[in-house]
């Protein structure tokens, strides 16, 4: 055995143990394992003196056969848990003399990696609801500016209904002081004035139901138009909030954005 395996094997419990996880150590020379530590967990053995070339196919016999380092990954298909195996040769005055090869389990770095997966769906779920819930804010500012716009609109007619009311109640009182008029010249003519006298005063009658009228109607207009103010006013405070709101969606898909690219950068480390 050369030297330098021989100092290997003697500090083979002191690499076991040096591992961060559950690992199987083995050593062997160009031709045989020399020695292989076994872990409870993996359950993983192979015998001292069994030919490397009884076991063609592992990462032991890779790199014995290139002189290359070789890393495997394997699935817990194999003894129940995920496991990577590392076999490094061994090299001595230039000459391959061996390989020392490690099987650490592989649980922690499976459970971020199905840890980060689940949370880039998740998150990519969240994004998605986070844009439907933009696309319907959206919809409902576009709504509010609409009813804002018939809202005034419908102020502005009330405006002119004002006007026309004004007209008709001073029609009115013009039509009433006619009809005054026309009853007191009805009175100056006596008898042959009576039936002018009755026309006068159903004038001024629909003079005055005129009147009335205009004045209840335009009480009932600025009970309205006070409503559509106040309409307005709630119209303005709940389009801010909800741009306000439309601004904490954007805010909150780049925070997603940013956990979903963190989740994809950390599994592809893992990968590696």
Request: hydrophobic share 40%; net charge negative; charged share 20%.
């Amino acid at each position: 055995m050369s030297p330098k395996l021989g100092a290997l094997l003697a500090c083979l419990e002191d690499i076991k143990a040096s591992q961060v996880e559950e690992a199987c150590v083995a050593l062997t020379d160009t031709e045989k394992y020399i020695a292989f530590l076994t872990s409870e967990t993996l359950g993983l053995e192979t015998k001292p003196g069994t030919l490397i070339t009884d076991i063609k196919g592992t990462v032991t016999e890779k790199a014995i056969r290139s002189g290359k380092k070789m890393i495997q990954e394997q699935g817990p298909e194999v003894c129940g848990i995920p496991y990577i195996s590392s076999a490094t040769p061994i090299f001595e005055d230039g000459n391959l003399v061996g390989c020392l090869t490690i099987l650490t389990a592989n649980s922690k770095i499976e459970n971020i990696r199905s840890v980060s997966s689940t949370l880039a769906a998740t998150v990519e779920e969240i994004t998605a609801t986070a844009d439907q819930v933009a696309s319907a804010s959206i919809h409902v500012n576009e709504q509010i500016l609409t009813v804002s716009n018939e809202s005034q609109f419908v102020t502005k007619e009330i405006e002119k209904i004002f006007k026309v009311l004004s007209f008709v109640k001073e029609m009115a009182s013009q039509s009433h002081m006619l009809g005054l008029n026309a009853a007191i010249e009805a009175a100056r003519a006596g008898e042959h004035g009576r039936g002018f006298s009755i026309v006068a005063n159903e004038i001024r009658k629909m003079a005055s139901q005129s009147k009335e009228a205009s004045e209840e109607i335009q009480k009932q207009l600025k009970f309205i138009e006070n409503s559509i103010q106040k309409m307005n006013v709630s119209i303005q405070s709940v389009t801010s909030q909800s741009q306000n709101h439309s601004a904490s969606i954007q805010e909150l898909r780049a925070a997603f954005d940013h956990i979903a690219s963190t989740a994809t950068e950390l599994n592809d480390e893992i990968k590696k």
